[in-house]
């Protein structure tokens, strides 16, 4: 039997991944959070039903991804964040991309989410310290327009 055709049941390990968006030269991130999405309900009440309110489902909403890297002389996201700025919005698209063991590499990736439409909002410079030796880090926020579960590997 073939190891593509196996089922996964065991959980996918969360440090092995990749953020690619096109047209950029993106480093390895450290962490990304945002990946998530909401379905806001809204109460509904109906004349003479006194027990309970209907909940219907409302807009759906999606908070920023905010992508963590070790800062580099790549200074990629810090010119489109300044573009933005500028009032030069050029929206792309991406995906975060969870490495598969067996594969070996992220562009293999087993499980992935890909993301519509995004431009970055807010940029964050390392925090420096000279009585520490931790890598300098910076972030990036970016809105985007929904995220979808991309189709694996």
């Not at 968006?21 to 990946?35: M, N, S």
Request: aromatic share 10%.
């Amino acid at each position: 039997m073939a190891l593509t055709n196996v089922l996964r049941l065991d959980p996918y390990l969360g440090f092995r991944f990749v953020v690619e968006i096109e047209g950029l030269i993106v480093a390895g991130f450290t962490e990304v959070t945002g990946l998530s999405t909401e379905v806001t309900p809204f109460a509904y009440k109906e004349g003479g039903v006194n027990e309970y309110e209907h909940q219907l489902p409302g807009p759906v909403t999606w908070p920023r991804l905010v992508l963590k890297r070790g800062l580099t002389d790549v200074d990629n996201l810090w010119r489109w964040h300044e573009d933005v700025r500028r009032g030069r919005v050029v929206r792309r698209n991406g995906s975060v991309i969870i490495a598969a063991e067996l594969a070996g590499t992220a562009s293999t990736g087993s499980y992935r989410w890909d993301f519509t439409g995004a431009y970055p909002v807010k940029w964050v410079g390392p925090e420096l310290r000279a009585a520490s030796a931790t890598v300098a880090v910076e972030s990036v926020e970016l809105v985007h327009r929904g995220l979808v579960k991309g189709s694996a590997g």
